[in-house]
Nanobody, 119 residues
Framework: QVQLAESGGGLVQAGGSLRPSCATS????????MAWYRQAPGKQRELVAVITTSSTTNYADSVKGRFTISRDNAKNTAYLQMNGLKPEDTGVYYC?????????????WGQGTQVTVSS
């Protein structure tokens, strides 16, 4: 069973930084595309950033130039470096992993980590 565990959220003032991480187990990490989503109160979950198995990255327009997604295949962990945080970045950040398993394909989610940016 694939498991994802996020950590590294928290409360920060506007302009500050956070670096959530997503540790995975139960899959071949290097074969997973990894992504971060977020969900603000009363809003739908939205894609923030994605990194492919070849480390190609893509970002939502709202975070381009401020956020950086990365992966460490040796540690089975993905990261989201968030700089220049704004109050509108507040929300629960979820890690997502998609990739092959021995039996087929998985699309797995973590439990989420809260990010709160105060003005």
């Amino acid at each position: 069973q694939v498991q994802l565990a996020e950590s590294g959220g928290g409360l920060v003032q506007a302009g500050g930084s956070l670096r959530p991480s997503c540790a995975t187990s139960g899959s071949i990490f290097r074969l997973n595309a990894m992504a971060w989503y977020r969900q603000a109160p009363g809003k739908q979950r939205e894609l923030v950033a994605v990194i492919t198995t070849s480390s190609t990255t893509n970002y939502a327009d709202s975070v381009k130039g401020r956020f950086t997604i990365s992966r460490d295949n040796a540690k089975n962990t993905a990261y989201l470096q968030m700089n220049g945080l704004k109050p509108e970045d507040t929300g629960v950040y979820y890690c997502n992993a998609r990739g092959p398993t021995g039996l087929g394909f998985h699309d797995s989610w973590g439990q989420g980590t809260q990010v709160t940016v105060s003005s």
